[in-house]
């Protein structure tokens, strides 16, 4: 199992910026597709993006298409969320999460919480109006 830990979080103004880390350990971190999910308060847990094992491909939710970009840094086995634009609806706790299969194809990205085999312990996220 990869053990992933975020960093990044606080608190920012609205149209204000963040970039997020996740550290993961554990497993070779080039064998996994990764990505982003966050949880506001009362409400499930949603997909925010995702990135294939080498990069090449990524996809993100509508609601943040356009202001958020998944990276990831295979050398130093972390993956970012660079966040720009934040709103107040992008409050929330966010949570690093591990595909649950190794190897899986540049299409195959972890985009429902079923497809995550690791998650990391979240860092929360509030956006002041």
């Known amino acids: 199992q990869v053990q992933l830990v975020e960093s990044g979080g606080g608190l920012v103004q609205a149209g204000g910026s963040l970039r997020l880390s996740c550290a993961a350990s554990?497993?070779?971190?080039?064998?996994?597709?990764m990505g982003w999910f966050r949880q506001a308060p009362g409400k499930e847990r949603d997909f925010v993006a995702a990135?294939?094992?080498?990069?090449?491909?990524?996809t993100y939710s509508d609601s943040v298409k356009g202001r958020f970009t998944i990276s990831r840094d295979n050398a130093k086995n972390t993956v970012y969320l660079q966040m720009n634009n934040l709103q107040p609806e992008d409050t929330a706790v966010y949570y690093c999460?591990?595909?649950?299969?190794?190897?899986?194809?540049?299409?195959?990205?972890?985009?429902?919480?079923?497809?995550?085999?690791?998650w990391g312990q979240g860092t929360q996220v509030t956006v002041s109006s």
């Open positions: 990135i294939s094992r080498f990069g090449g491909s990524t």
């Open positions: 554990g497993r070779t971190f080039s064998n996994y597709a």
């Open positions: 999460a591990a595909g649950r299969q190794p190897f899986t194809s540049a299409q195959t990205l972890p985009i429902r919480a079923t497809a995550v085999g690791s």
